[in-house]
C-alpha cells in the first residue's frame, strides 16, 4: 500500500532541491489540508486545481525571501503511528523548522497546535 503523504513529501523535496518553478501531483483532502499549512508557512507559494483530471498544481517559492526545503522527516507511518499531547509538543530543531500534525481541529503547524492546546498525529517535520 502506498502512501501518499509519503509521495508527496519526497515530490516536494526534490522539485525544492531542484529549484523547479512548480510541480503536479494527485489531490486528496489530507494531501490539500497539508498543502494550505505548507502554504501558510511559507514553503510553498500557491496552488490550485489542474483543468486535468483529480491534479493540484503548487509553485515553489522563490528569490530571496523563499524557504528552501532542506529536509522533510516523516514520523508517523502507516506501521507505526506517532499520537502526542499538546504538552509534549516542542520546537524542531530549536525552532527553525516546523512539524505538521492531524489533529481533531484539522492539520495544523506546531505552533498552532500548541496555542490551541490540541495533540494529535505527528505528520512530518520540515526544516
Known amino acids: 500500500m502506498q502512501d501518499p503523504i509519503s509521495d508527496f513529501l519526497n515530490k516536494l523535496k526534490l522539485a525544492s532541491r531542484a529549484r523547479k518553478d512548480s510541480f503536479a501531483f494527485p489531490s486528496s483532502k489530507i ?17 490550485k486545481k489542474a483543468k486535468k ?19 522533510i522527516r516523516r514520523v508517523s507511518r502507516l506501521s507505526k503511528r506517532m499520537y502526542i ?6 520546537p524542531v530543531r530549536h525552532g527553525s523548522g516546523t512539524a505538521v500534525l492531524s489533529t481533531p481541529k484539522g492539520v495544523l503547524l506546531d505552533t498552532d497546535a500548541r496555542s490551541a492546546k490540541v495533540g494529535g498525529e505527528v505528520l512530518f517535520e520540515i526544516w
Open 53 to 71: 483530471g483529480h491534479q493540484i498544481e503548487i509553485k515553489l517559492p522563490s528569490g530571496v525571501k523563499a524557504l528552501p526545503v532542506n529536509s
Open 31 to 47: 494531501i490539500l489540508a497539508i498543502v494550505a499549512v505548507l502554504e501558510k508557512k511559507g514553503y510553498i507559494e500557491s496552488s
Open 85 to 90: 499531547k499538546a504538552r509534549e509538543i516542542h
